[in-house]
């Protein structure tokens, strides 16, 4: 399966050490996730995506990126394919305007179920799908759904509606794939839908099976006495409905001051546009792999 980490900051701050030098980054990831990388970072709430089919560790592309990279809204992805070949379409993030996204996850028997989740795109969004896999095709399916609650191509949509819109397409979604899977390491023959899923203001992570953290504050802030943006929620945890400097989120804890919370399947974190928190948590069908 792949790996994610998605990153959202009241500063413009760089992502080197979390990509390429911390324990569990994604670099060293890599290794056992070779199929590619993508990344996406947020200008002026405008993605610039940059993505290569070669291994993340052995590309110097990506070292160079993510030494140079400083934006408020990051997400990377490093892919261990399941489905379609290796090819920058295939290759996440995914982006449709503004939106972007990065996923962990499978739909077992894809093929046999490929043309109702298709059915469940919004027209406006089918001539998009431009590659073969099955997380590109749950992007676009999670985008309509969206839209159905607040104008997609809006800059600053509310929280509470695109979530409200993630929950519906992912009930959808299991109503035509059957029950997730709960396994961390993942088997391809079940289904998953981890995903991180940003505008650039707007960012949400859902743990669809995989693992997923987040993480909000530090146990003591390096910087503490030189940013002028600390406050005490950079060192205290927080709770729905309040503000906070950071989210973070990654497949697994990266090493560091940062606190590590794991989200339990089918918990959705997030962040709206002035970096208020919420956590929401659906009720799906999920099922324990044990093997």
Same mark, same amino acid.
């Given at each position: ?95 449709? !305007?503004?939106?972007?996204? @990065?996923? +962990? %996850? ?5 093929? #046999?179920?490929? $043309?109702?989740?298709?059915? &469940? ?78 505008? !650039?203001?707007?960012?949400? @992570?859902? +743990? %669809? ?5 987040? #993480?909000?504050? $530090?146990?003591?802030?390096? &910087? ?68």
């Amino acid at each position: 399966m792949c790996r994610i980490f998605g990153f959202r900051s009241v500063l413009f701050s760089k992502v080197h050490t979390s990509l390429v030098s911390a324990e569990n980054a994604l670099m060293g990831q890599s290794r056992r996730h070779p199929d590619g990388w993508g990344l996406v970072y947020y200008i002026a709430d405008t993605p610039h995506v940059v993505k290569s089919t070669v291994t993340a560790e052995s590309d110097d592309l990506f070292r160079h990126v993510s030494g140079i990279v400083t934006s408020q809204t990051v997400l990377a992805h490093i892919r261990k394919a399941t489905h379609g070949k290796l090819t920058l379409l295939n290759t996440h993030p995914f982006q449709y !305007g503004r939106w972007t996204f @990065a996923h +962990n %996850g499978n739909i077992k028997n894809f093929d #046999s179920v490929k $043309k109702a989740l298709i059915d &469940e795109v919004a027209p406006e969004f089918k001539p998009y799908c431009l590659g073969e896999t099955d997380s590109e095709l749950i992007f676009h399916l999670i985008l309509s759904f969206i839209n159905k609650q607040v104008d997609i191509h809006a800059q600053l949509p509310e929280l509470k509606l695109v979530m409200e819109g993630i929950s519906e397409a992912v009930k959808r979604i299991c109503e035509i794939v059957g029950e997730l899977s709960v396994k961390d390491s993942g088997i391809p023959s079940e289904n998953y839908l981890t995903f991180v899923i940003s505008n !650039g203001p707007i960012m949400i @992570a859902m +743990n %669809g099976g995989m693992s997923l953290y987040y #993480s909000t504050h $530090k146990n003591k802030c390096p &910087e503490r006495e030189t940013c002028s943006s600390f406050a005490a929620s950079c060192e205290s945890a927080a709770v729905a409905d309040t503000k906070v400097n950071h989210l973070i989120i990654s497949s697994e804890p990266l090493q560091g001051e940062n606190v590590w919370n794991k989200l339990n399947p089918g918990q959705l974190v997030g962040v709206d546009s002035s970096m208020k928190l919420a956590v929401r948590t659906n009720s799906l069908p999920f099922i324990k792999v044990v093997a």
